[in-house]
């Protein structure tokens, strides 16, 4: 009889054909990553990530434990401080974690995002948190900056309304913008006040977290162990059996299975509980202070995690830190930090956020543990951009809970210094540069070892020439489009989420499509309705259901057909160029306004020292080499057969303004020293008020702010006319003085 797994693989996602599917550099240091090699490593973390949080948010299945996710994005952000000029628009900085709404759930909007936190790992990366609030208010060290400590649990988050006093809409955090309606779930909840004592707000929005303690969690996995066993047992006797028996693997995915379930009186019957934390919209303020926040929730009948503590100054954070590492295994729940919230809420105001966290807050992890397991087989993937990377084949070993199989090798450079072979007995870590890793062999002098691994001088995918190119690392496939391997990647990337947003078009349907010839470009996909027969006779495509006859080919026909109008931010994410992430292509999409123009400017900037290359490059969060990826991409003349080709079937929507406001659609340039505010504020405040910030003054610049000890950006504004502002009159205009 089949039992249920103790804990899922990291790399066998329990969604059937969810795949996480990247390129893998990982050197151990990004100090010795070429930018070639860094880009590459950025897009494939980006993409793993990405995979990871639909697993871990949509599905409560997660492909990784809490610190192997924290490492994925740790190496990001140690390789985007080393190039910060590669920065992807998708880079999990940018980003919060989460999933779109699963199918079953109505759709819930925040009022305000739900957003993620930085992390640190050590007293070092907390002092260098604590410092960048200093650098950014313009703060003296003699100030005094008090912290929240709240143990961080692992559970759902949650964002309860309440309009004059009363609970009236429940989600979960979804994609951080909209959610799942979760409400009629949530009204199970003993710990959730339905009503608040007055006073109130008229609306605000409360975050939490839903959690099930040890001992529950206990109980309710052996309770639905049997149940599975129960259901096999009667299913191996040839009885008809109900749904599968889903048998949670930690408290947290118990948790949020329980909250999702679409039936609330199966939720009632499960053991939840619930701390609240955070506050979103408010119609007005209620506190300060994040303590006297805290306070406030109490009053309205809400839990609060007891152990929260106000630290008298940012000192403190280590002793806390050590104290809640050593209760950490006698608590009744399971945590992986501590979240520390800079107390002064004007403060947070003004700090605001970056990307996908809040400057005022950051995660304190735990350390990961370590495991040790025999090597299987290296075997090579080939990812979206042709690279080759080795992969680790290991007896299963759990490490944090999760059962791993699977590790990166990172690169040949990696398997020599490390001397990796199979046989080997190897020492396995899920928190680091990379997740799962290899940390060391154990065994390196034992007797009779097998021989040094050889990396492949041919593409495992379609057998083309796999080479080095001299001064990289990485080892890339020469086949271009015709490698089955980078077409499915690429259609992959065009179709997901965050790019075109294509329904139906996952992974196992996108390698269907191609594995019977009917798409290998975009364009592709979009002249699929003449092919709508061919496809019902697949297997699964037009099979006779209960109800009647499958409209899958239908409904994916209708999915694509509703995407020939994209955003053009989308649409140029989905192109897949290296380097182009969400972010970046918000900026690009955001300074051309139209794909027409896009296009006209980057075929004008394949000229060096053109105005529209040095126009390309002025624009702020563009840097040298990602300019250089446009232009690469538009010197290939594929490349221009491909858009022109994919331009035939679908039509970008011209870009809108960001914001409104009296910097809507204007170009801003900062030079020189400010006084009353460091540059970073400056600029963030120009952001929000609709303005794009560019980093070097043309004739098309509409105002440059002038500080003290201004250089060449001064001279240069003063001979073309342009405009130009005081710090005193940039204030005035961006309402810092109202």
């Known amino acids: 009889m089949r039992r249920p797994p103790e804990t899922p693989s990291a790399d066998e ?36 990530i990405a995979a990871a949080d639909i697993a871990y948010h949509q599905h409560d299945a997660p492909v990784m434990t809490d610190a192997a996710y924290d490492a994925l994005r740790r190496r990001n952000a140690a390789i985007e401080a080393r190039f910060p000029e590669l920065k992807r628009g998708d880079s999990p900085t940018e980003a919060a974690p989460g999933a779109p709404p699963a199918a079953g759930f109505a759709k819930s909007r925040h009022f305000t995002p739900m957003l993620s936190l930085d992390n640190a790992f050590g007293a070092e990366d907390f002092a260098e948190f604590a410092a960048r609030i200093r650098r950014f208010l313009g703060l003296p060290a003699e100030e005094v900056l008090r912290f929240v400590a709240e143990p ?38 003993d710990e959730l006040p339905q009503t608040l004592p007055a006073p109130y707000p008229a609306r605000i929005e409360i975050r939490g977290e839903v959690f099930m303690t ?10 639905q162990t049997r149940l599975f066993e129960e259901r096999e047992r009667r299913r191996e006797a040839g009885e ?54 805290l306070q406030r929730l109490r009053d309205w009948g809400f839990q609060v995690n007891p152990l929260s503590r106000l630290l008298p100054d940012e000192a403190a954070a280590a002793g806390f830190q050590a104290e809640m590492g ?62 080759l990377t080795p992969r680790a084949v290991m007896e299963p070993v759990g490490v944090g809970g999760v059962l791993v199989r699977h590790a990166t090798l990172h690169n040949e450079d990696e398997i020599a210094r490390k001397d990796v072979r199979v046989g080997d007995t190897v020492e396995l870590q899920r928190a680091g540069d990379v997740i799962p890793q290899i940390l060391c062999v154990v065994d390196p002098d034992r007797p009779g070892r097998g021989v040094p691994w050889v990396p492949p001088t041919h593409c495992p995918a379609c057998g083309s020439h796999a080479v080095r190119p001299e001064g990289e690392v990485v080892r890339r496939c020469t086949g271009g ?27 196992e349907n996108v390698e269907q499509l191609h594995r019977e010839g009917l798409v290998a470009t975009p364009a592709d996909l979009f002249r699929l309705a003449p092919k709508a027969e061919a496809m019902r006779a697949w297997p699964g495509w037009g ?65 060096v020292g053109s105005e529209a290359r040095e126009a390309l490059g002025s624009i702020q969060g563009i840097g040298p080499a990602i300019a250089q990826e446009l232009v690469e991409f538009f010197a290939e003349p594929r490349n221009l057969d491909a858009l022109d080709d994919l331009l035939t079937e679908v039509t970008p929507e011209p870009a809108e303004a960001v914001a409104e406001g009296v910097l809507s659609g204007k170009s801003v340039v900062f030079t ?53 502002l005081s710090e005193a009159d940039w204030r005035e205009m961006a309402g810092f003085d109202a």
């Not at 692992?154 to 913008?177: I, M, P």
Request: hydrophobic share 45%; proline share 3%; with cysteine.
């Open 13 to 48: 996602p329990a969604i059937t054909g969810e795949a996480v599917r990247a390129d893998h550099l990982r050197a151990a240091d990004p100090a010795s990553l070429t930018e070639e090699e860094a880009a590459a490593e950025l897009a494939a973390l980006a993409g793993e």
């Open 543 to 607: 099979a006779k259901t209960k109800g009647g006859a499958s409209r899958k080919v239908e409904n994916l026909l209708k999915a694509i057909e509703a995407r020939r109008r994209p955003s053009l931010e989308r649409f140029l994410f989905a192109l897949g160029i290296r380097r182009i992430g969400e972010q970046n292509a918000k900026l690009l999409a955001r300074h051309y306004h139209t794909v027409e123009a896009w296009r006209e400017a980057m075929l004008a900037a394949r000229v």
């Open 481 to 507: 489009l015709i490698c089955p391997a980078q077409q499915v990647e690429r259609l992959i990337h065009f179709a997901a989420r965050n790019a075109m947003d294509i329904d139906g078009l996952g992974i």
């Open 326 to 387: 050593r209760e950490r295994s006698g608590l009744a729940y399971d945590i992986d930090g501590v979240v520390y919230k800079l107390d002064r809420l004007d403060w947070q105001a003004r700090l605001g956020f970056v990307g996908r966290a809040p400057r005022w807050a950051i995660a304190w992890k735990f350390p990961a543990e370590v495991a040790t397991t025999r090597l299987l087989a290296i075997e090579i993937q080939v990812g979206r951009t042709g690279a």
């Open 214 to 223: 040890k001992a529950e969690f206990l109980a309710f996995h052996a309770e």
């Open 152 to 189: 961080k649990i692992d559970g759902l988050s949650v964002n309860l309304l309440y309009e004059a006093g009363r609970f009236v809409r429940g989600a979960t955090r979804g994609d951080g913008t909209v959610g799942e309606d979760i409400t009629r779930n949530l009204l199970t909840l």
């Open 672 to 724: 020189g020293s400010l006084e009353t505010m460091t540059r970073q504020e400056a600029e963030a405040r120009a952001e929000v008020l609709g303005a794009k910030v560019v980093k070097s003054v043309s004739k098309k610049t509409d105002f440059v702010v002038v500080g003290t000890d201004a250089g060449s950006k001064a001279t240069k504004a003063a001979e073309l006319g342009l405009r130009v």
């Open 240 to 293: 008809r059996v109900g749904e599968a028996i889903r048998v949670p693997v930690n408290p947290r995915n118990a948790a949020a299975g329980s909250l999702r379930q679409l039936d609330p009186a199966v939720t009632a019957k499960r053991p939840l509980r619930l701390f609240a934390y955070a506050q979103g919209e408010s119609s007005e303020p209620v506190a300060e202070t994040h303590s006297g926040y």
